[in-house]
């Protein structure tokens, strides 16, 4: 089985490419000069939302030099603690809503202090993928299209992300402890 899904895993971009290819061959497309036209498209986007990923980027140093985010973990423990949670799952929770690559940082820190197996661990993996970025899609995306207002999808987000973290931390509860 293991050597089945190995294949799969191998082969699975190469014949989607392939496929892709050939469908725009039966119909008549000319798909390398497609090509080229949504690369060209591609760059022009990334060229607009370097302003956004910078400023998202400066945004989230900020937030973990200022020191805000130990404050809030501090703050929180004493609730956490008394629900059985740990307290290093904190900056995690925080942190999601942010950033991707900073997520990860802290989930890589809390993974070599428990060690892989642990269960806090396997929450802070779960609370991982249950989640959003939610601040960088808004910067990002948002600002890529030259959208301003913000209006109900930051509550919205937020919202979301309040709650995957919530439902990551009870299925973990009952899955890990």
């Not at 200022?66 to 929770?93: M, R, T, Y």
């Not at 892989?116 to 802070?124: F, H, L, N």
């Not at 939610?134 to 948002?142: D, E, G, H, S």
């Not at 890529?144 to 973290?165: C, E, N, P, Q, W």
């Amino acid at each position: 089985m293991s050597e089945i899904m190995a294949f799969i895993s191998i082969s699975a971009i190469p014949i989607l490419i392939g496929l892709i290819i050939t469908h725009g061959l039966y119909q008549k497309v000319p798909v390398y000069e497609v090509f080229i036209q949504g690369a060209k498209q591609g760059f022009t986007i990334g060229v607009k939302i370097i302003p956004y990923l910078v400023a998202m980027m400066v945004a989230v140093g900020m937030f973990r030099a200022s020191g805000a985010l130990d404050l809030i973990a501090e703050v929180l423990k004493p609730l956490l603690i008394a629900c059985n949670i740990s307290p290093d799952l904190i900056p995690l929770a925080f942190m999601r809503s942010l950033s991707g690559s900073g997520t990860l940082g802290i989930f890589s820190e809390i993974a070599s202090i428990h060690g892989p197996d642990s269960p806090i661990t396997k929450t802070a993996a779960v609370m991982t993928g249950s989640s959003e970025t939610t601040f960088y899609v808004l910067a990002v995306y948002f600002g890529s299209i030259g959208i301003t207002k913000y209006r109900h999808a930051i509550i919205a987000g937020l919202i979301a992300d309040f709650a995957g973290i919530v439902i990551a931390l009870c299925l973990s509860k009952i899955l890990f402890y």
